[in-house]
C-alpha cells in the first residue's frame, strides 16, 4: 500500500464518519420538520433538540477535515470536484450555514412566528443540505467528473439518474439513522410514548431506504455500469453486510430491542460507504483519474499522515468523551 492509499484511507474514514454523524444529524431535521404544529411537535422537538444540540457543530468537523485532506492530498481531485459540482456543493454549503442559523436562533426567540420561521429554516435545511451533497457524490460515483478545472458538465453531471437516487438514499438514510438514535435517547428517558414514536419512524424510513437501494440497482445497472459493476464485484461482500445489519436493526426495532442498534444502524451505513469505496478503486474520480495520479508530493503525504495521526491522538479522546458525555444526559440543560 502506497502513502497516497493510506491517506486516501485516512480521507474516507472521515468520509464514514460524516456519513454517519452528519447524516443523523441532518436526518433529525427532517423529523423535526414533519413533527407537526408547535403543541403536537413540542415533545419530539424537544428530544431531538436536545440531542443534537451538544454534538451537531463537532460532527461538522469530520467535513472541514476532509475537505483539508482532499484538497492537500489530491488538489488536481480537489479543483476538478469543486469547479465541476459547483452547484449543488454551493447549494450545501448555504444549507449548512441555514441549518446552524436557524436552529440557534430559534432557540433564543420569543415570538412564536419567529420560532416556526427559524425552526422551519433549520428543517428545511436539514434535507436540502443532504440530497445536494448526495448528488455532488452521485456524479463522482457515475463518473460524470472528469479530472480537470470545469471539465465537466455544470448541470447534467449532478442532475442524472445515479445523482438523484444517491441524494434521495442521503436524506433516507440520514433519517433513519436519525430516528434508531432517537429511540434510544428516548429509552433512555424512560419516555415510553416517544419511543414508540420514533420506533415507527424509524422502522417506515428504514423500509423507504431498503426500497430506494433495491430500486437504485436498476438505476447504477442502466445509468452507471461501472459502479454497479464494482459494486456486484468487490464491493458485493460488504454490500451484503450492510443488508444485514440494516435487517437486523429493523428486526430488533420491531420486538422492542433498543441495546446496540445505534452501532448496528451505523455499521449498515458504513458498510454500504466503504463497499463503495472498493467499487471504484483504484480511481478517485472513476474514468478519469487514479489516487496515485491524483496524489500531492511525497513529503505532503507523509505530512499529512503524521498530522492525521497527531489529531487522533490529540482530538479523539476529546470527542469521544463530548458524546459519551451526550449519551449519558449529561450536557443537558437540566443537568
Known sequence: MSTADVVAVILWLG???????????????????IAGDAKRGERPRELIDASIGPVWEANHTWLIFDLVILWSAFPLAFSSLMSTLFVPLTLAAF???????GFAFRKYTRPLAGRRAFGATFALSSVITPFF????LGAIASG??????????LWTSWLNPTSLLVGGLAVASGAYVAAVFLVAAARRRNDAGLERYFRRRALGMGIVAGGLSVAGLVVLQADAPVL???????GLPLVVVSVILGSTTLL?????????IRAIAAGAVTAIVWGWGLAQLPAILPGSLTIDAAAAPAGTLDALVVISIAAAVTIGPSLALLFVLDGRRRLEADH
Do not use: C, E, Q
Not at 468520509?15 to 420538520?33: K, P, R, S
Not at 451533497?133 to 455532488?136: E, Y
Not at 460524470?144 to 458538465?153: H, I, K, L, Q, S
Open 15 to 33: 468520509v464514514t464518519i460524516y456519513a454517519v454523524l452528519g447524516g443523523a444529524d441532518f436526518g433529525a431535521g427532517l423529523w423535526d420538520l
Open 95 to 101: 444549507g449548512i450555514i441555514l441549518r446552524g442559523s
Open 133 to 136: 451533497l448526495g448528488t455532488a
Open 144 to 153: 460524470r467528473v472528469p479530472a480537470g478545472n470545469a471539465a465537466g458538465d
Open 228 to 234: 454497479y459493476a464494482g459494486l456486484a464485484g468487490r
Open 252 to 260: 430488533l426495532l420491531a420486538r422492542g430491542v433498543t441495546r446496540g
